[in-house]
């Protein structure tokens, strides 16, 4: 059965999967596992089905990760179903293992550290797609993980998938990445976001949970040098969260930053309480505002 | 009441004394609250100032406004599921009233709540300093009995 591990510290060797609701937690955590690879001086691939694979380079840019360095030099490459799977019109995870093992003896003579691999799963769901690959895919990464040059996470889409592939996908991987909830009711959620490091509210906040910001603030205060809020999905904020966001920027030291990304009634409210006028904080529109 | 006491101004004592708006006889919302049921407010007053017609951004507002006089009240005013806060919310000629009661103790110095800046790095009273901010007029009236405020947004302001 998966242990639940933080996506900073998979090492090499690890083979996780990654069960996601909530599409932006992935692209997090994708990004900050592609983000590790490359400093780290291993080649990454990435195997991408829902998200296309322009948007999926755009999509790890905006999270902070040196994509565009990357790709020209081939440290970084972008695969899609047609060029992976489904290569010759059919999924045959042979031929994926295949795949994946001459990436790696490249990887090895091209004098990388190793190989790190993500791979979305949904091309499992598609009409032509043979479910009955998947496990013969998932045992034989597994073989190949032996000696600890291989990487890998398998992303799983709880929208698409059935209980019963997740159980086994779940059972089949060692390891689990999830984001670090703080905090999480139908109104509102807290969670560390690992690219850039910070965190991310979803949905309306209020003074009857300034504690939990405040806690999820502070440990990302204390584990980074500059953070991002992230609050792109936040519809509404009052005086009191904003207070406790003001807070935790006055408490920086000079030169570190908080980035704020906000937009609407919420950039609003930290106009009025003052947040935007403080030194440490930069702010940084959110999209379609 | 004699001994209530009464403010109007937004940010200068220019409206003092003028009559706070009076609701009609029909309002477009009238619901009460308290601690639990302030999303379901923001909700019911986002729906009700975009038919009342407001713009988005007004709208905004006035969920602003609407949730840190409630949550005031919850706070401060005793507002509770035995003695809930109410507010009402109608429109009048070019202008949205938004109005928040509860039954508290009343505010100390209505005169002077909320008009000087709150310091970056103060725990709280943030509220009534925002709400003069964003609001075209506020009218406090508060006694031992409890505090009604009533605001007015009109419907072509909003600039800040």
């Known amino acids: 059965m998966a242990t639940v591990t933080s996506v900073e510290a998979l090492a090499p060797g690890d083979h996780a999967c990654l069960t996601f609701s909530d599409p932006d937690e992935r692209l997090d955590i994708v990004a900050a596992f592609v983000r590790d690879g490359l400093s780290r001086s291993t080649k990454v691939m990435c195997l991408t089905e829902s998200i296309p694979q322009d948007r999926l380079s755009a999509e790890l840019v905006e999270r902070g990760v040196p994509a565009a360095e990357a790709l020209p030099v081939n440290q970084l490459s972008i695969f899609g179903?047609?060029?992976?799977?489904?290569?010759?019109?059919e999924p045959n995870a042979a031929k994926m293992i295949d795949l994946l093992g001459r990436h790696l003896d490249d990887a090895n003579r091209e004098g990388y550290t190793g190989l790190r691999v993500t791979a979305d799963m949904s091309w499992v769901t598609r009409p032509i797609a043979a479910a009955d690959?998947?496990?013969?895919?998932?045992?034989?990464?597994?073989?190949?993980?032996g000696d600890g040059r291989l990487t890998a996470i398998c992303q799983y889409d709880r929208e698409i998938f059935d209980a019963v592939t997740q159980a086994f996908a779940a059972a089949v991987h060692p390891h689990a990445v999830a984001a670090v909830v703080y905090y999480e009711d139908?109104?509102?959620r807290i969670c560390r976001q690992h690219s850039p490091p910070g965190v991310r509210l979803a949905g309306e906040i209020d003074y009857s949970h300034v504690e939990e910001l405040t806690?999820?603030?502070?440990?990302?205060l204390r584990l980074d040098h500059d953070i991002q809020v992230?609050?792109?999905k936040l519809r509404f904020m009052d005086a009191a969260a904003a207070a406790a966001i003001t807070h935790a920027?006055?408490?920086?030291p000079t030169g570190r930053v908080m980035s704020i990304v906000c937009g609407g009634v919420v950039l609003r409210m930290l106009r009025l309480v003052g947040a935007t006028d403080l030194g440490a904080v930069r702010v940084v529109r959110a999209h379609g505002d | 009441m004699a001994t209530d006491r009464q403010s109007t101004d937004r940010r200068g004592p220019d409206h003092r004394?003028?009559?706070?708006?009076t609701p009609p006889a029909e309002v477009a919302l009238d619901q009460t609250f308290?601690?639990?049921?302030?999303?379901?407010?923001?909700?019911?007053v986002a729906a009700h100032g975009a038919d009342l017609g407001l713009t988005e951004h007004r709208v905004g507002d006035l969920v602003l406004v609407a949730h840190e006089l409630a949550s005031n009240a919850v706070r401060h005013g005793g507002a509770t599921s035995a003695s809930p806060g109410r507010l009402r919310l109608w429109r009048d000629g070019g202008s949205v009233i938004c109005e928040v009661s509860d039954t508290g103790p009343g505010l100390a110095d209505p005169d002077h709540v909320g008009i000087r800046p709150v310091p970056p790095a103060a725990s709280n009273g943030r509220g009534l300093w925002i709400i003069r901010r964003v609001v075209d007029l506020l009218h406090i009236d508060t006694g031992p009995e409890g505090t009604t405020l009533t605001t007015t947004l009109n419907l072509d302001g909003g600039a800040e």
Do not use: H, M
């Open chain 2, 17 to 21: 004394n003028a009559a706070a708006p």
């Open chain 1, 133 to 145: 690959q998947l496990p013969i895919f998932e045992a034989e990464v597994g073989k190949l993980l």
């Open chain 1, 215 to 220: 806690l999820a603030l502070n440990e990302a």
């Open chain 1, 249 to 252: 920027a006055l408490s920086l």
């Open chain 2, 34 to 44: 308290d601690a639990e049921s302030l999303v379901a407010l923001r909700s019911a």
């Open chain 1, 186 to 188: 139908p109104v509102l």
């Open chain 1, 230 to 232: 992230n609050l792109a």
């Open chain 1, 81 to 89: 179903s047609a060029e992976s799977w489904l290569a010759d019109g």
